[in-house]
Every structure is written in structure tokens, then in C-alpha cells.
């Protein structure tokens, strides 16, 4: 069984960065498009980025372009996601979702995803 752990998550002031992990166990990550998604309270859940399985493409949602980052570590079979200059609407707990497909463009759609971690709270607070 699939089995995603995120990890990375705390409070921080605006401004300030953070580094979401994304593990995997029983699987290699390289056949999956990854996305990271959040849930504030009272609002649905969101695609905030995602990475193709070959690493080759991502995308992000506009409220996040330029501040955050995600990247492979296939060394660690992990997906991260660095979070700078965060913002009190940034605080959400921030999902990781496996797809495996072997498709160019990833997909920051919820229903696209199978596979689903737990998630880390993130908030950003002075």
C-alpha cells in the first residue's frame, strides 16, 4: 500500500520560509506525479503545486508563484516543497498526493490524486 508522510510543517512568522517533505515508503516516487495541496479551515481543499514523475515539469497556483519551490530528491525518494516570504494566509494543513502517470504535465486538480498523506499544519503568525 501507498503510503505518504509529510513532514516540515511548525509556526512561523510572515516572512519567514519553510521546507515541507513529502516521504514515501513501500514505492518509488519516480513513476509518480507529487502535489502539494492545503486546506484552510472552512475552505476547500487546494492545489498549491505540483512535479511530473520525470521532474520535468510543475506547476503552481498564482498565490504561491515565486515564493515557493518544489523539487525531487530521488536519493531520498522525497518530494519537497520550500515556502519563503510566508504570509498569514499561507496557514493551512498542507497535504502531499501520489498519481502514477508518466504524463509531461502534472496536475494540481484534488480528484487527479489517489494517494494521500496525513498532512503537517503550517502557520504563519507573528
Known amino acids: 500500500q501507498l503510503q505518504l508522510v509529510e513532514s516540515g510543517g511548525g509556526l512561523v512568522q510572515p516572512g519567514g520560509s519553510l521546507k515541507l517533505s513529502c516521504a514515501a515508503s513501500?514505492?518509488?516516487?519516480?513513476?509518480?506525479?507529487i502535489g502539494w495541496f492545503r486546506q484552510a479551515p472552512g475552505k476547500e481543499r487546494e492545489g498549491v503545486s505540483c512535479?511530473?514523475?520525470?521532474?520535468?515539469?510543475?506547476d503552481y497556483a498564482d498565490s504561491v508563484k515565486g515564493r515557493f519551490t518544489i523539487s525531487r530528491d530521488k536519493a531520498k525518494n522525497t518530494v519537497h516543497l520550500q515556502m519563503n516570504s510566508l504570509k498569514p494566509e499561507d496557514t493551512a494543513i498542507y497535504y502531499c498526493?501520489?498519481?502514477?502517470?508518466?504524463?509531461?504535465?502534472?496536475?494540481?486538480?484534488?480528484?487527479?490524486?489517489?494517494?494521500w498523506g496525513q498532512g503537517t499544519q503550517v502557520t504563519v503568525s507573528s
Open positions: 498526493a501520489a498519481e502514477p502517470t508518466d504524463n509531461y504535465y502534472c496536475s494540481r486538480w484534488v480528484t487527479t490524486y489517489d494517494s
Open positions: 513501500g514505492f518509488t516516487l519516480d513513476s509518480y506525479a
Open positions: 512535479i511530473s514523475s520525470s521532474g520535468s515539469s510543475t
